[in-house]
């Protein structure tokens, strides 16, 4: 019988202690988004915020590990690795992430976009070396596409955000959004606990989650900051910004 793999759990022990030292860690008082910006704003945003006191807390610790720690770290490896080294190892792991858009393609009866999902990742895996290399742009009718998703399929169906929901490290979510996530992760070969790869050691699975965290860390941190603004209450300007984001995911 294939022995426990203990790193996951230590993981979601992990997230929960987060989730328990952000929440009592942020005890400031702060104005409400009504009171910031008026009921009409807040009516505005088309998603419910029940969990809204969680929420700002795990916000606060997010936002803290974002630009304390993981900006920096992204600022470095971008500083101390080659551009095409580092544009070669975003390829690698965008490539990877094909059975997530093929997925969410199907899922929304977008046949054409799963095809051109499935050519694009044929032929960047071999001519592209792996992926680390993308010739499928030198052809027009194999254009990169609109990356789809579980959460964006599950939109597209009908079914609601549900709460609006922040997560340790993660970041901003909903409930239909948390769901779809824990499908990405269920059609994806390469990622525990679901991975097809029975036979990988949990360091090699560590040190290639690592990997793909570091290389998307500039990318990320950038566009949490453009979400984030200059706004008076960071924590609305991010949720509004999450929730036309993905709306608009939803609706292309």
Do not use: H
């Amino acid at each position: 019988m294939k022995t426990l793999n203990f790193k996951f759990l230590g993981l979601g022990l992990g997230l929960i202690g987060l989730f328990f030292a952000a929440t009592v860690c942020a005890q400031d008082e702060y104005l409400s988004e009504e009171e910031l910006f008026g009921e009409d704003v807040l009516n505005g945003g088309g998603i419910s915020d029940p969990l809204e006191s969680i929420n700002r807390a795990i916000f606060q610790f997010n936002d803290f590990l974002y630009l304390q720690v993981f900006d920096p770290i992204g600022q470095v490896y971008s500083a101390i690795t080659p551009d095409p080294v580092e544009q070669g190892a975003t390829n690698f792991f965008q490539n990877l992430k094909y059975p997530v858009r093929l997925v969410g393609n199907l899922l929304q009866g977008r046949f054409a976009g799963a095809w051109t999902e499935t050519e694009r990742f044929l032929l960047n895996s071999t001519v592209g070396v792996a992926g680390t290399m993308r010739p499928s742009d030198s052809y027009e009718r194999l254009a990169p596409i609109p990356s789809e998703d579980i959460g964006q399929a599950l939109g597209s169906w009908g079914i609601g955000n549900g709460p609006y929901l922040v997560l340790p490290i993660f970041g901003p979510s909903t409930l239909r959004d948390l769901v779809g996530f824990v499908g990405d992760r269920a059609v994806n070969p390469l990622q525990e606990p679901f991975s097809a790869i029975d036979d990988w050691e949990w360091e090699e699975q560590f040190a290639l989650t690592a990997s793909e965290v570091v290389t998307g860390l500039s990318s990320q941190t950038a566009r949490y900051r453009q979400m984030k603004g200059s706004s008076i209450d960071g924590y609305g300007a991010l949720k509004n910004g999450y929730t036309q984001f993905r709306r608009a995911a939803v609706a292309e």
